[in-house]
């Protein structure tokens, strides 16, 4: 059987990003495309269903499909909306065009966000529907598309069998944002309180609940995670749910698409190099500190932070260590966009210790692989962090990462103190200033060991987290598991 398999998410690179929601979407659509299943047991290419925003970038060569006329969920009449197919590298990205819904400043934020991906999802349904082919799988992503489940509901009530042959597989890249919807707008839903789709909160509706109650399936993107997830610690309060899935509700780590990150080809360092030719990283070293304003001649270990400023991203434990850092020596390059008031800390100490703070207050795709590629040791110390991107990029850069012993950290770096002759980097515990500044020294002691730190960084190259030969395959067997529940009723 050939599985017709669709991405629904609210984020695809480079189309449109905030984090790594958009990666994952978009490098595996492509790696499924290249399965050696594609063509013969997976349809191909995949088609991903994304919001046109009024960023998106759309090709002059796209192609307009005849306009849909869906009902608007809040039930003010009907909506009429485009679907813009874009050939991507790889997949078909199919772009969900509403203005008055997306063609707006921000991704998210605004007060109808229920409203305008109830819509998205209605629309990228509609669409799928119309194409005249079953759809096995819709991937959904996030409480974006936690509507999707509740379109299919009706749908199914309604007898339609292309909803009723529809499975659902979800996957939670983050389980801190929920898609709540009180009382009060459920109308914008479509819903009411007393309807059993309505969920049983009195309160009103959390729709990325509502998606992992109503899928076949339900993963977050580490196993580390997907066992943390299950408890009050992790769980934001939905724990419970994820624990009623049972064998249901399980973690696949991410990849990294090795030709997007690529050291050896890319264009936009000083220098190129490789695990067999690494004498480049010092080029990039030296080209980073210039950029930055450090002394490149300084031999002291250069630190490398990339995120979103984020509570999630322990931004503050950096903040709060840097002091004892600075005084041993370490130079800090931070770059981070979303909560300026994570960044006040180092505005600051970047005003007051020129030369060796920097702080690089915007998100800048260039700027984030020259400190890939030329800090010396990459700090990820997350609170939590379903999978993380930047640890696996640094080790691909051969840049030693150091993170906290969390999720998808833990799952995809190997302390070099606990496993001598195997480690990737340093893992530590406490979610503290002074753990972190501990994990720091003890990377910058094994530096001082040429031999050891070389032996290191090859390690860390020579790490694999191909999406192609690891985590798509798992996702396929997903589609089909997910398959056979929904024909067998299990949902
Ligand atoms: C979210 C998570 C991050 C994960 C990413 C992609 O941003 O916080 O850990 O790597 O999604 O799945």
């Not at 966000?113 to 194409?131: S, Y």
């Not at 339900?218 to 997830?229: D, L, Q, W």
């Not at 006040?344 to 060796?356: L, S």
């Not at 103190?417 to 990377?443: C, I, K, M, Y």
Request: charged share 25%; with cysteine.
């Amino acid at each position: 059987m050939t599985l017709r398999v669709a991405l629904l998410a609210a984020e695809c690179e480079p189309w449109a990003k905030t984090g790594g929601l958009a990666d994952v979407v978009d490098a595996l659509a492509r790696a499924l495309g290249r399965l050696p299943e594609a063509g013969d047991g997976l349809a191909a290419p995949v088609d991903v269903l994304l919001p046109r925003y009024r960023s998106v970038p759309v090709p002059a060569d796209a192609e307009l499909e005849p306009p849909l006329l869906v009902p608007d969920p809040a039930g003010r009449g009907a909506i009429t909306a485009h679907i813009v197919n874009v050939a991507a590298a790889g997949y078909r990205l199919r772009l969900v065009d509403v203005p008055e819904a997306f063609d707006r400043d921000a991704f998210y934020d605004h007060p109808d966000d229920p409203w305008r991906f109830a819509l998205f999802c209605r629309v990228a349904l509609a669409a799928l529907k119309r194409d005249g082919t079953p759809l096995d799988v819709l991937h959904v992503h996030d409480w974006h598309t936690g509507p999707a489940l509740i379109e299919r509901a009706r749908g199914e009530a309604a007898g339609d069998p292309f909803f009723a042959d529809m499975a659902v597989l979800l996957t939670i890249h983050n389980l801190a944002y929920h898609g709540w919807v009180p009382n009060e707008a459920l109308g914008e839903l479509g819903l009411r309180r007393e309807e059993p789709l309505a969920g049983d909160n009195p309160a009103g509706i959390d729709l990325l609940l509502t998606a992992i109650e109503r899928s076949e399936l339900a993963n977050t993107v580490s196993p580390g995670f997907a066992a943390e997830a299950l408890t009050p610690a992790f769980g934001m309060g939905l724990d419970p749910a994820l624990r009623a899935k049972g064998g249901r509700f399980f973690g696949v780590l991410n990849g990294i698409d090795p030709d997007i990150w690529d050291p050896s080809t890319d264009p936009v360092l000083a220098a190129r190099y490789s695990r067999s030719a690494p004498s480049g990283k010092a080029d990039c070293r030296a080209d980073l500190l210039t950029r930055v304003g450090f002394d490149p001649a300084d031999e002291g270990i250069v630190l490398g932070m990339i995120g979103r400023m984020d509570p999630q991203k322990g931004f503050d434990l950096l903040a709060d260590g840097a002091a004892d850092l600075l005084a041993a020596g370490t130079r800090i390059v931070v770059q981070g966009s979303g909560h300026a008031s994570l960044a006040d800390p180092f505005r600051a100490m970047a005003a007051a210790n020129p030369g060796r703070v920097a702080l690089i207050e915007r998100f800048d795709r260039d700027m984030a692989r020259r400190i890939y590629a030329g800090a010396d040791v990459f700090l990820m110390p997350s609170r939590f962090e379903p999978c993380g991107q930047g640890q696996m990029i640094a080790l691909r850069f051969g840049t030693p990462p150091v993170v906290r012993r969390t999720g998808g950290l833990a799952d995809s770096v190997i302390d070099a103190d606990e496993h001598p002759g195997e480690g990737t980097g340093f893992v530590f515990d406490e979610a503290t200033p002074a753990a972190l500044v501990a994990a720091v020294a003890r990377a910058a002691d094994l530096r001082a060991d040429d031999v050891e730190w070389t032996a290191l960084r090859d390690r860390a190259m020579s790490v694999d987290f191909r999406w192609d030969t690891g985590s798509a395959p798992r996702y396929l067997e997903a589609y089909r598991r997910a398959v056979a529940l929904r024909r067998a009723g299990v949902g």
